[in-house]
Antibody, heavy 120, light 113 residues
Framework: QVTLKESGPVLVKPTETLTLTCAVS??????????VSWIRQPPGRALEWLAH???????SYNTSLNRRLYISKDTSTSQVFLTLPNMDPVDTATYYC????????????WGQGAMVTVSS | DIGMTQSPESLAVSLGERATITCKSV????????????LAWYQKKPGLPPKLLIS???TRESGVPDRFSGSGSATDFTLTIDSLQAEDVAVYYC?????????FGPGTKVQIK
Protein backbone atom coordinates (compact mmCIF):
# COMPACT_ATOMS: atom_id res chain seq x y z
CA GLN A 1 0.00 0.00 0.00
CA VAL A 2 1.44 3.34 -1.04
CA THR A 3 1.17 6.20 1.45
CA LEU A 4 2.28 9.80 1.33
CA LYS A 5 2.74 12.05 4.35
CA GLU A 6 3.45 15.76 4.38
CA SER A 7 5.49 17.49 7.05
CA GLY A 8 6.79 20.96 7.64
CA PRO A 9 6.31 24.07 9.75
CA VAL A 10 2.83 24.94 10.90
CA LEU A 11 3.59 28.65 11.12
CA VAL A 12 5.95 30.76 9.05
CA LYS A 13 6.57 34.49 9.05
CA PRO A 14 6.11 36.69 6.00
CA THR A 15 9.21 36.75 3.76
CA GLU A 16 10.46 33.43 5.18
CA THR A 17 11.05 30.37 3.02
CA LEU A 18 8.74 27.38 3.34
CA THR A 19 10.14 23.91 2.85
CA LEU A 20 7.74 20.99 2.91
CA THR A 21 8.56 17.31 2.82
CA CYS A 22 6.48 14.50 1.39
CA ALA A 23 7.52 11.08 2.71
CA VAL A 24 6.56 8.28 0.34
CA SER A 25 6.27 4.69 1.47
CA UNK A 26 5.17 1.50 -0.23
CA UNK A 27 6.77 2.28 -3.59
CA UNK A 28 10.19 3.55 -4.52
CA UNK A 29 10.56 7.02 -5.97
CA UNK A 30 12.91 5.33 -8.41
CA UNK A 31 9.99 3.44 -9.95
CA UNK A 32 9.77 4.29 -13.63
CA UNK A 33 6.19 5.56 -13.35
CA UNK A 34 6.29 7.33 -9.99
CA UNK A 35 5.58 11.02 -10.13
CA VAL A 36 4.57 13.34 -7.28
CA SER A 37 2.80 16.68 -7.28
CA TRP A 38 2.21 19.35 -4.68
CA ILE A 39 -1.27 20.86 -4.51
CA ARG A 40 -2.63 23.40 -2.04
CA GLN A 41 -5.98 24.69 -0.85
CA PRO A 42 -6.25 28.06 0.89
CA PRO A 43 -9.06 28.24 3.46
CA GLY A 44 -12.40 28.50 1.71
CA ARG A 45 -10.85 28.43 -1.73
CA ALA A 46 -10.23 26.00 -4.56
CA LEU A 47 -7.55 23.40 -5.07
CA GLU A 48 -4.47 24.82 -6.76
CA TRP A 49 -1.89 22.59 -8.44
CA LEU A 50 1.62 23.83 -7.71
CA ALA A 51 4.38 21.60 -9.04
CA HIS A 52 5.22 18.10 -10.25
CA UNK A 53 8.31 15.97 -10.41
CA UNK A 54 8.24 13.13 -12.91
CA UNK A 55 9.91 9.78 -12.45
CA UNK A 56 12.87 10.86 -14.58
CA UNK A 57 13.39 14.00 -12.50
CA UNK A 58 11.77 16.38 -14.97
CA UNK A 59 9.79 19.12 -13.27
CA SER A 60 6.78 21.26 -14.08
CA TYR A 61 5.43 24.30 -12.29
CA ASN A 62 2.29 26.37 -11.91
CA THR A 63 2.71 29.15 -14.46
CA SER A 64 1.65 31.89 -12.05
CA LEU A 65 4.02 30.80 -9.29
CA ASN A 66 6.82 29.48 -11.48
CA ARG A 67 9.55 31.75 -10.23
CA ARG A 68 8.86 31.01 -6.57
CA LEU A 69 8.50 27.24 -6.59
CA TYR A 70 11.12 24.56 -6.48
CA ILE A 71 10.39 20.84 -6.32
CA SER A 72 12.98 18.15 -5.82
CA LYS A 73 13.29 14.59 -4.63
CA ASP A 74 15.68 12.29 -2.82
CA THR A 75 15.09 8.75 -4.00
CA SER A 76 17.42 7.32 -1.34
CA THR A 77 15.14 8.59 1.44
CA SER A 78 11.88 8.43 -0.55
CA GLN A 79 11.14 12.09 -0.01
CA VAL A 80 9.86 14.86 -2.24
CA PHE A 81 10.42 18.47 -1.28
CA LEU A 82 8.72 21.75 -2.10
CA THR A 83 10.40 25.08 -1.48
CA LEU A 84 8.47 28.32 -1.60
CA PRO A 85 10.46 31.45 -0.74
CA ASN A 86 9.19 34.84 0.30
CA MET A 87 6.02 33.56 1.94
CA ASP A 88 3.02 35.84 2.16
CA PRO A 89 -0.25 35.53 4.12
CA VAL A 90 -1.98 34.60 0.84
CA ASP A 91 0.13 31.43 0.86
CA THR A 92 -1.71 30.25 3.96
CA ALA A 93 -3.16 26.92 2.92
CA THR A 94 -3.30 23.19 3.40
CA TYR A 95 -0.55 21.70 1.27
CA TYR A 96 -0.97 18.20 -0.16
CA CYS A 97 1.36 15.89 -1.99
CA UNK A 98 -0.17 13.37 -4.36
CA UNK A 99 1.02 10.51 -6.53
CA UNK A 100 0.72 10.32 -10.27
CA UNK A 101 1.39 6.77 -11.44
CA UNK A 102 2.47 7.09 -15.01
CA UNK A 103 3.69 9.88 -17.23
CA UNK A 104 0.17 11.36 -17.35
CA UNK A 105 -2.42 9.93 -15.01
CA UNK A 106 -4.80 11.13 -12.31
CA UNK A 107 -3.57 11.77 -8.78
CA UNK A 108 -4.69 8.56 -7.13
CA UNK A 109 -3.00 8.61 -3.72
CA TRP A 110 -2.90 11.71 -1.54
CA GLY A 111 -1.32 12.65 1.73
CA GLN A 112 -3.49 13.92 4.56
CA GLY A 113 -2.26 17.46 4.07
CA ALA A 114 -0.22 19.93 6.07
CA MET A 115 -1.74 23.22 7.17
CA VAL A 116 0.66 26.14 6.90
CA THR A 117 -0.20 29.58 8.25
CA VAL A 118 1.76 32.67 7.25
CA SER A 119 1.63 35.29 9.96
CA SER A 120 3.94 37.59 11.82
CA ASP B 1 -1.80 26.02 -19.84
CA ILE B 2 -5.10 24.20 -20.28
CA GLY B 3 -7.55 26.27 -18.26
CA MET B 4 -10.61 24.65 -16.74
CA THR B 5 -14.04 26.03 -15.92
CA GLN B 6 -16.91 24.45 -14.01
CA SER B 7 -20.60 25.22 -13.67
CA PRO B 8 -22.50 25.87 -11.61
CA GLU B 9 -20.44 27.27 -8.74
CA SER B 10 -22.89 25.67 -6.36
CA LEU B 11 -26.11 23.74 -6.47
CA ALA B 12 -28.66 22.49 -4.00
CA VAL B 13 -30.40 19.21 -4.74
CA SER B 14 -33.04 17.31 -2.83
CA LEU B 15 -32.12 13.95 -1.37
CA GLY B 16 -32.68 11.26 -3.96
CA GLU B 17 -32.57 13.69 -6.86
CA ARG B 18 -29.89 14.09 -9.53
CA ALA B 19 -26.98 16.53 -9.42
CA THR B 20 -25.20 17.46 -12.64
CA ILE B 21 -21.90 19.32 -12.83
CA THR B 22 -20.18 20.40 -16.02
CA CYS B 23 -16.50 20.99 -16.67
CA LYS B 24 -14.97 22.58 -19.74
CA SER B 25 -11.36 22.78 -20.87
CA VAL B 26 -10.05 25.53 -23.12
CA UNK B 27 -8.52 22.93 -25.40
CA UNK B 28 -9.12 19.25 -26.00
CA UNK B 29 -7.83 16.75 -23.46
CA UNK B 30 -8.55 13.83 -25.78
CA UNK B 31 -5.48 11.92 -26.91
CA UNK B 32 -6.25 10.47 -30.34
CA UNK B 33 -3.61 7.75 -30.26
CA UNK B 34 -5.17 5.91 -27.31
CA UNK B 35 -8.66 7.47 -27.53
CA UNK B 36 -8.57 8.56 -23.91
CA UNK B 37 -9.75 11.75 -22.27
CA UNK B 38 -7.27 12.93 -19.63
CA LEU B 39 -9.92 14.23 -17.25
CA ALA B 40 -10.62 13.25 -13.66
CA TRP B 41 -13.22 14.14 -11.04
CA TYR B 42 -12.50 14.56 -7.32
CA GLN B 43 -14.69 14.90 -4.25
CA LYS B 44 -13.37 17.19 -1.51
CA LYS B 45 -14.77 17.26 2.00
CA PRO B 46 -13.50 19.53 4.79
CA GLY B 47 -10.52 18.15 6.65
CA LEU B 48 -9.96 15.33 4.18
CA PRO B 49 -7.75 15.06 1.10
CA PRO B 50 -9.45 14.99 -2.29
CA LYS B 51 -10.86 11.63 -3.27
CA LEU B 52 -10.55 10.39 -6.85
CA LEU B 53 -13.99 9.44 -8.13
CA ILE B 54 -13.65 9.23 -11.90
CA SER B 55 -10.60 8.94 -14.15
CA UNK B 56 -10.29 9.02 -17.93
CA UNK B 57 -13.54 11.02 -17.95
CA UNK B 58 -15.78 8.03 -17.32
CA THR B 59 -13.97 5.28 -15.39
CA ARG B 60 -15.31 4.99 -11.88
CA GLU B 61 -12.66 4.17 -9.28
CA SER B 62 -12.94 1.03 -7.22
CA GLY B 63 -15.27 1.49 -4.27
CA VAL B 64 -16.99 4.58 -5.65
CA PRO B 65 -20.78 4.16 -5.57
CA ASP B 66 -22.35 3.63 -8.97
CA ARG B 67 -24.56 6.68 -8.51
CA PHE B 68 -21.49 8.65 -9.60
CA SER B 69 -20.85 8.70 -13.33
CA GLY B 70 -18.74 10.72 -15.72
CA SER B 71 -19.25 11.47 -19.38
CA GLY B 72 -18.05 13.73 -22.15
CA SER B 73 -15.11 14.08 -24.47
CA ALA B 74 -12.56 16.54 -25.80
CA THR B 75 -13.50 19.81 -24.04
CA ASP B 76 -16.88 19.17 -22.41
CA PHE B 77 -17.44 16.87 -19.48
CA THR B 78 -20.15 16.06 -16.97
CA LEU B 79 -20.23 14.50 -13.52
CA THR B 80 -23.62 13.13 -12.57
CA ILE B 81 -24.67 12.07 -9.11
CA ASP B 82 -27.86 10.04 -9.33
CA SER B 83 -30.02 9.85 -6.24
CA LEU B 84 -28.04 12.29 -4.11
CA GLN B 85 -27.24 11.08 -0.61
CA ALA B 86 -26.42 13.16 2.45
CA GLU B 87 -22.81 11.95 2.38
CA ASP B 88 -22.37 13.41 -1.11
CA VAL B 89 -22.34 16.97 0.24
CA ALA B 90 -18.91 18.18 -0.83
CA VAL B 91 -17.07 20.29 -3.36
CA TYR B 92 -16.35 18.56 -6.65
CA TYR B 93 -13.37 19.39 -8.86
CA CYS B 94 -12.36 18.36 -12.33
CA UNK B 95 -8.68 17.98 -13.22
CA UNK B 96 -6.98 17.88 -16.59
CA UNK B 97 -3.85 15.75 -16.73
CA UNK B 98 -3.45 15.84 -20.50
CA UNK B 99 -0.43 18.06 -20.17
CA UNK B 100 1.56 19.86 -17.54
CA UNK B 101 1.09 22.30 -16.00
CA UNK B 102 -1.93 20.43 -14.68
CA UNK B 103 -5.06 22.34 -13.73
CA PHE B 104 -8.08 21.89 -11.52
CA GLY B 105 -11.41 23.48 -12.20
CA PRO B 106 -12.67 26.07 -9.70
CA GLY B 107 -14.96 23.58 -7.99
CA THR B 108 -18.71 23.07 -7.59
CA LYS B 109 -20.28 22.98 -4.14
CA VAL B 110 -23.08 20.45 -3.80
CA GLN B 111 -25.55 20.90 -0.96
CA ILE B 112 -28.86 19.41 0.11
CA LYS B 113 -31.97 21.42 -0.67
Amino acid sequence: QVTLKESGPVLVKPTETLTLTCAVSGLSLSHADMGVSWIRQPPGRALEWLAHIFANGETSYNTSLNRRLYISKDTSTSQVFLTLPNMDPVDTATYYCARMMGRLAPFDVWGQGAMVTVSS
Amino acid sequence: DIGMTQSPESLAVSLGERATITCKSVQSVFFTSNKKNYLAWYQKKPGLPPKLLISWASTRESGVPDRFSGSGSATDFTLTIDSLQAEDVAVYYCLQYFSSPFNFGPGTKVQIK
